[in-house]
């Protein structure tokens, strides 16, 4: 069975704490996104990975950073987390070669920054 | 501006009669479009795929039609069941370099009556 795991369910951090979400996932897949979702405003694509070492800004990176030092695993950095911040994170895999395959996603992590 | 636009209100239908959720986009040219369901609290699970070249796609009681001309997708559960509430997402290919990146809309709430 295919499948994405987020480090954590839920998350409570304090303004200006440095965060680490982490991804991890078992299908051998070349793509992995992150994206965060808010009501009203559906997922936003905050960076992407098209393979190792390889990384994207998406529409709203501000804020944000990542890191792909292994296939598998992507990880989603706020450098100084703010209230702003506060949302649900979703993780999310496919296949390389861009046409157009499922995303797997991951349970996500519900991020409060207090 | 590019926009993505899913019906924000809820859609309540009763069970046995046919669903349809429209997604609407303005400045894409999307190489394919998908439709996912998103359960409270859970990450999307994916539907079904149709590409910029086909007009029909089913799966089992679902069906996604694709209008580049309208720019319009239409996304029906045809016998739908209370089982089949929840929220939907259609999403975007946007080409983007040599790759396309999954954008979403914001999502249509469906609730199905006994």
């Known amino acids: 069975d295919v499948k994405v795991t987020q480090s954590s369910r839920y998350l409570v951090k304090r303004t200006g704490e440095k965060v680490f979400l982490e991804c991890v996932q078992d299908?051998?897949?070349?793509?992995m996104f992150w994206y965060r979702q808010d009501p009203g405003l559906g997922l936003r694509l905050i960076y992407f990975s098209y393979d190792v070492k390889m990384k994207e800004k998406g529409d709203i990176p501000e804020g944000y950073s990542v890191s792909r030092e292994k296939k598998e695993r992507f990880s989603l950095i706020l450098e100084s987390a703010s209230t702003n911040q506060t949302s649900m994170y979703l993780c999310?895999?496919?296949?390389?070669?861009?046409?157009?395959?499922?995303?797997?996603f991951g349970q996500g992590t519900r991020l409060t920054v207090v | 501006s590019q926009k993505i636009e899913q019906n924000s209100e809820a859609l309540n239908i009763q069970e046995g009669k046919t669903a349809t959720l429209t997604c609407n986009y303005t400045n894409y040219s999307p190489a394919y479009l998908q439709w996912y369901r998103q359960d409270p609290g859970r990450g999307p699970v994916f539907l079904l795929l149709i590409r910029e070249n086909e007009k029909e796609k089913r799966k089992e009681r679902l069906k996604v039609t694709f209008d580049t001309t309208l720019k319009q997708s239409l996304f029906h559960i045809t016998a739908s069941q209370p089982a089949d509430s929840a929220t939907y997402l259609c999403?975007?290919?946007?080409?983007?370099?040599?790759?396309?990146?999954?954008?979403f809309g914001a999502g249509t709430r469906l609730a199905v009556h006994p």
């Open positions: 999310a895999s496919s296949p390389g070669g861009g046409r157009g395959t499922e995303a797997f």
């Open positions: 999403a975007l290919g946007a080409r983007w370099g040599g790759y396309n990146k999954l954008i």
């Open positions: 299908m051998d897949h070349e793509n």
